[in-house]
């Protein structure tokens, strides 16, 4: 084969001179050192900073008052059966209810400080975690434990969360004196104005399959920095990565995942998947109620009892909690498995162990069990745009039809109820993660809205529901009527646009132009 004409001869001698450095002779050599050296300082510069690597902190919480949060676990002298199942291997009880773990998010005082360090977004042990989620990708070996536990260590170990540790209750009315006046202080007075004589409003949170109760922290925190108080409950039901269980008297136990085919009968017959799911289900409705149980405790003035049981240590200021808690109307919500189990702890309305009013459900399961639909309470139904753009058979019909029915069968029994879509949005939306990985899981899960704006129109939307279940005033999305009985993807996300619904001013459209952009209502007791 002839050489090309401009090759020079090969038989020429080199010329000689200095040697030019292989990073500028071979390009390919040259990016990748560029790309090892700039890594290389980026890793120091998280290390000086103790920040973490490929992601970012969580963000400080935008409400008018500052959050605390205190962990509370409660050990019981006598731990309760709530299912049958054994373990397969050991033959201990599956579903037995030793202690109940969740974290108290509330509005602080503005001159609070906290001597106690700010909790982990990944509870320590590490280890805990990084084996549970190894074994939920089925590859929980001890080689690969201990490299998905380093992997969280590099990337998400150092992060905190932002509330400060066991600090006090805040007193708002104080606090709302010192707001700025540019704020609208009408709105806030009368918030106020409804705790000071029923208390702050309570949620319990219950979250959903292979999370903590730390997943769901800045939801809870931004509610907290509005004024109400937000339960995040940790599950032993199988359905968070590990959980460290604390009981004085024994060694600390780490309860790891667990599913059907690991649990069995006393008489040795394996379970199916319905019977352990709602043995999940029956099993978190045990742990909600106790949850209740502790904070009406709390209210009723035994909140130093609850601190020298807490195994946790926190809760200095609980004492002090007397009579502050709206413990008689609280909101049951959770999201995905959590929102089936929200759902559950409605059966048969109200009653003196779940004194729930009201309910946030967010994305309801569509593999965690049937839906309960026994529901009399209002209740705020929201899909993330991937919830309802993705068909699913549910039992045998589509799951968005049967999350549907029972909204609008709680409307026809007199239940203010209302199903939407948050349009651009995906499942993890109102979690930490798009927050803490916001490029990696907006391109993963296909979220088209920015992380920030999706998580407060999260927190937007469930503020004005509580606010509806308090002074029934209807506003924001909730005072809009239904639009899309199903989901429509042709006016989904961004697709709104001046003169839609018979506006032509560009500039008229104001909130109902905002909500628009966002959301699709599918229910609404509005007519």
Known sequence: MKSFPEAPAMEKAPVKGPKTPAVFRRRRLRWRSVLAAVTAIYVVYCYVYSLPMLARPL???????????????????NPRVIDSAVFKDTKENAFELESVLFTLYHPTTQDAVSTKPKHYWIPRPI?????????????NKFFIDKLVTAGLWAMLGSIEIPALVDVPLADLASVVAELPETRDDMTEVQKVIHIQKSGHPVIVFSHGMASR????????????????????LEHRDGSCPGSVMLRPGYED???????????????????????????????????????????QRINYGLGADVRLQNSRGEGADLANWKGRLNTMQMVAAGHSYGATGAMQALRGGPSAKRPFRGAVI??????????????????????????????????????????FDIVENNVLRGMPSWF??????????????????????????????????ALRQYVHVTED????????????????????????EGSGFGMWKPGQNGSVDPGAEGEWGDWRKYWQVHISPNK
């Open 127 to 139: 280890s805990a975690t990084g084996e549970g989620y190894a074994k939920f990708a089925g590859i």
């Open 59 to 77: 963000p400080q919480y935008s409400g008018p008052y500052p959050v605390g949060a205190i962990d509370i676990e409660l050990p019981f002298a």
């Open 253 to 295: 136990r780490v309860r790891l995942t667990f599913d059907a085919p690991e649990v069995e009968t006393p008489s040795g017959r394996t379970y199916t998947i319905d019977e352990f799911k709602r043995a999940q289900l029956e099993f978190r409705e045990a742990e909600i109620e106790e949850v209740v149980w502790v904070l």
């Open 465 to 488: 529901f509580l606010w509806f279940l308090t002074t029934g005033d209807r506003r924001g999305l909730l005072a809009e009527k239904a639009e899309f009985p199903q989901y429509d």
């Open 213 to 232: 109760r730390t997943d769901y922290t800045h939801y809870a925190g931004e509610l907290a920095s509005r004024g109400y108080v937000v339960a995040l």
């Open 420 to 453: 939407a879509t948050s349009l651009g949005t995906a499942h993890p939306s109102v979690t930490d993660a798009p927050l803490i990985e916001p490029f990696i899981l907006s391109r993963a899960t296909g979220a088209r809205i920015n992380v920030d704006e």
């Open 362 to 403: 967010l994305d309801p399961g569509k593999a965690s069990g049937r839906l309960n639909d026994d529901i009399r309470v209002p209740t705020l139904v929201v899909h993330s745009n991937s919830w309802s753009s993705k068909s699913s058979i549910f039992y045998g019909r589509a799951h968005f039809d049967t999350v």
